[in-house]
């Protein structure tokens, strides 16, 4: 099984199924990834920056594209975990700007967030 690793303060590993969402991986992990659109590629809270095994990731389509292009995101190590299938080893940093806490939801302040 692949594994996923997400880099950030509370970050945590795990394997999951392969095919398995980024966003999905983290709520199987208990890593509360954030999504306000629902894992619908409809904003880009879920977010995360590819650090590396990019190519075990499913490719990027178009919706995910267009929402990225839009939002300037235009960095190929961006991708949406709502979209982004694991399909080998990856890891993955959670930008901290939109990262919500597990005890409650966070205010982004720069670099770090308040809880």
Partial sequence: MPRIT?????????EVEANT?????SKVLGFPLNHDCGGNASC??????????GEHLSEVD?????????ENLTEAFN??????RI??????RVPLQ?????????TATGNSISV
């Fill in 6 to 14: 997400f880099v950030h303060p509370q970050g945590l590993s795990g």
């Fill in 21 to 25: 969402s980024i966003l999905e991986a």
């Fill in 44 to 53: 880009t809270t879920c977010r995360v920056e590819v650090e590396s095994g």
């Fill in 62 to 70: 178009f919706d995910e594209q267009d929402l990225l292009d839009r």
């Fill in 79 to 84: 991708r949406l975990g709502c979209q982004a």
């Fill in 87 to 92: 399909q080998g080893d990856v890891v993955v």
């Fill in 98 to 106: 939109k990262f919500v806490g597990p005890a409650a939801e966070g």
